[in-house]
């Protein structure tokens, strides 16, 4: 009895031993210095993140690129090189910030990684960079399986193996296949369907947006070269009404751009997803030529981003979309009026926008009911008043609460204020650029930001760069400041 008791526990150990050893696999692959130019060269598509154990951007991507290793085991390998013990590889391949993201082919570095650092997105991005730059297709049932998909597909149909025309078009390939998809055939019989009767290439946007307010397949009618085909797909990618998603937000947002937020899920109710889209779609048709962008997005998907940048709160959500405008410069603005199902609110909104009617919306803390301090506390809605003046010099820091930085230059800053309270030509001020919207003309990336606006001159902020000791702010200011300082009630002389 006794020896049987003993093997059941020693089973139970082994147990628990292979159990934890399993969770403690990785299918992320570690590379070092000592190994790396002999691992990499085995694998034809390698996405290697370069990262530190330190960094808290390194820490948030880390279960999203390890969920990510795991989905395209068999596909893409997914690597990490720690750069805090492993400096030769780092520095070989120019890492400066981490984590930094390459990709490899055959051992060789192909290219910086620009795409999501999702796990879907990480996914989708590196399925497209696996195998070669442009799909060759052989038939019409790959060409169908080819254009079916979540995103659009580029496609060139030529009339053989030797023609220019093909060599061009896989010469743009594989320059932006981090961005695209793309695949090709030699038989122009394929593209009969699609009106194909020379050589052709043809965008299909992907079928769950198609509608009657465009073409779902575009031809390509100018000269085959790289710059022709760029400009194509730049202008038609994303057609009336894309799709807007996490992971191509950031190609979105670089111009203006009105979304509709609303319970948008083409995986379980393409139909319904549609009803809202095909609403859009219409009031955008008429506004095509105006130079603003249409898209539809999942509210659940941007809702922190809808809570921080245009005030909606969590029990705002009804089945209407929430419309909002973002130039390409900052400006926002919303649709407060309902969305109606014939469209009307939503046109009538784009007439008073181009209209220049619309106000902008602006992220503004409260303004503090008393302000009397040595330095002025400035929020959105006071900016125009405080910062601008037109007769004031003013000093303003950008900062952030958690900020380490900003709250050991607090005391010095405070002081600073306090030997310039009695000048009548000069502010001392900061603002929470976390709570508030940040101006045009101040770059703001990381805290504390400092500028000086100075008097007549308020679109030319100048952002102070020196030491931040209340001797070198001074110094600062005697230099810029439009009139001679007033230090502790005594004024500076010239």
Known sequence: ?????????????????????????????????????????????????????WCGHCKKLAPEFESAATRLKGT????????????????????????????????????????PRSADGIVNYMKNQAGPDSVPLQ??????????????????????????????????????????????????????????TYESVLLFRPPRLSSKFEESVVHHGGPMSITGLRRFIRDNIFGLCPHLTKENKDSLKKRDLLTAYYDLDYLHNPKGSNYWR??????????????????????????????????LGASDGTELPFVTIRTRTGNKYTMREEFTRDGKSLESFL????????????????????????????????????????????????????CGHCKKLEPKYTELGEQLYSDPNIVIAKMDATA?????????????????????????????EGAREVKDFISFLKREASKPLVLNGVKEEL
């Open 1 to 53: 009895m006794d020896n049987f008791l003993l093997r059941g526990f020693l089973c139970v150990i082994v147990v628990c031993m292979l159990s934890l050893s399993a969770r403690g696999r990785s299918d992320v692959l570690e590379l070092r210095d000592a190994d790396f130019d002999y691992l990499a060269p085995e694998h034809e598509t390698l996405l290697v993140k370069f990262y530190a154990p």
């Open 436 to 464: 508030n919207d940040v101006p045009q003309g101040y770059d703001v990336q990381g805290f504390p930001t400092i500028y000086f606006a100075a008097a007549g001159r308020k679109d030319e902020p100048k952002r102070y």
């Open 76 to 115: 893409v390998t997914l690597a990490k090189v720690d750069c805090t013990s492993n400096t030769e590889t780092c520095k070989n391949y120019g890492v400066t910030g981490y984590p930094t993201l390459k990709i490899f082919r055959n051992g060789q570095e192909s290219s910086l990684y620009d795409g």
């Open 139 to 196: 038939s019409e049932h790959d060409l169908e399986n080819f254009i079916n998909n979540f995103d659009a597909s580029v496609v060139g149909f030529f009339s053989g193996s030797d023609s220019s025309q093909l060599a061009e078009f896989l010469k743009g390939a594989s320059l932006m296949r981090q961005s695209f998809r793309f695949a090709h055939t030699t038989d122009l019989q394929l593209g009969n369907k699609y009106g194909v």
């Open 351 to 402: 007439e008073d926008y181009f209209a220049g009617r619309l106000k902008r919306y602006v992220k503004s803390e409260p303004v503090p009911a008393k302000n009397n301090g040595p330095v002025k506390v400035v929020v959105a809605d006071t900016f125009e008043q405080i910062v601008n003046d037109p007769e004031k010099d003013v000093l303003i820091e950008f900062y952030a609460p958690w």
């Open 278 to 311: 095909n609403r859009v779609l219409k009031v955008a048709s008429k506004f095509s030529s105006q130079g603003l962008l249409f898209s539809v997005a999942n509210r659940n998907d941007f809702m922190e981003e809808l809570e921080d940048e245009f005030g």
